[in-house]
Antibody, heavy 121, light 110 residues
Framework: QLQLQESGPGLVKPSETLSLTCTVS??????????WGWIRQPPGKGLEWMGT???????SYNPSLESRVTISVDRSKNQFSLKLSSVTAADTAVYYC?????????????WGQGTLVTVSS | QAVLTQPPSASGTPGQRVTISCSGS????????VHWYQRLPGTAPKLLIY???QGPSGVPDRFSGSKSGTSASLAISGLRSEDEADYYC???????????FGGGTKLTVL
């Protein structure tokens, strides 16, 4: 059974960079047909797709965040990571890592538990 | 403001059938598949329905999905107390070139 687990600081100061890692277990992040991503949910708001990455490091981002977000992959650790720069209180959210696609089927079939990141001084 | 529109709340009594709607546009639901997720309190979202109507193994067939034009629906029959959760729809959006979601519907079992 595939499992995803987010990790990283729960508190980030305004203007700093938010960094989270997603560790994948029970499967390999190096499958050529798989795509992985980050999705967030600010308090009281809906879910927002942040970006996507595959095993080779090819990525795409939500245009609303593209200037601030970077997603990378570390195949040796079976992990992928999120960096969001110049954070403000509006970036306070629960952040989820997900498997977006597998075997040519895109359906966001596995999610991490989510981690709350608060932006505050 | 979510791209896909869902009612914020829905309710029903045990045994009833409840439907949750999800409305979009020709750029997302009208062209691409709709997926549904259940999020129980304090847990990760769980895939409930994919590709409009398909249920993953392990999901009870009390849950069903449909799509017509730019709208989709999730139906839950034989409502149970454990169905009390938040439900979200999602679809690929061709203008965003990314995923869009509904705002979520909180289902209460009375």
């Amino acid at each position: 059974q595939l499992q995803l687990q987010e990790s990283g600081p729960g508190l980030v100061k305004p203007s700093e960079t938010l960094s989270l890692t997603c560790t994948v277990s029970g499967g390999s992040i190096s499958s050529a047909s798989d795509y992985w991503g980050w999705i967030r949910q600010p308090p009281g708001k809906g879910l927002e797709w942040m970006g996507t990455i595959n095993f080779s490091g090819s990525s795409s981002y939500n245009p609303s965040l593209e200037s601030r977000v970077t997603i990378s992959v570390d195949r040796s650790k079976n992990q992928f990571s999120l960096k969001l720069s110049s954070v403000t209180a509006a970036d306070t959210a629960v952040y989820y890592c997900t498997r977006l696609c597998s075997g040519g089927v895109c359906r966001l079939d596995y999610w991490g538990q989510g981690t709350l990141v608060t932006v505050s001084s | 403001q979510a791209v896909l529109t869902q009612p914020p709340s829905a309710s029903g009594t045990p045994g009833q059938r409840v439907t949750i709607s999800c409305s979009g546009s020709s750029f997302n639901i009208g062209t691409n598949s709709v997926h549904w997720y259940q999020r129980l309190p304090g847990t990760a979202p769980k895939l409930l329905i994919y590709t409009n109507t398909q249920g993953p193994s392990g999901v009870p067939d009390r849950f069903s999905g449909s799509k017509s034009g730019t709208s989709a629906s999730l139906a839950i029959s034989g409502l149970r107390s454990e169905d009390e959760a938040d439900y979200y729809c999602a679809a690929w959006d061709d203008t965003l070139s990314g995923w869009v979601f509904g705002g979520g519907t909180k289902l209460t079992v009375l």
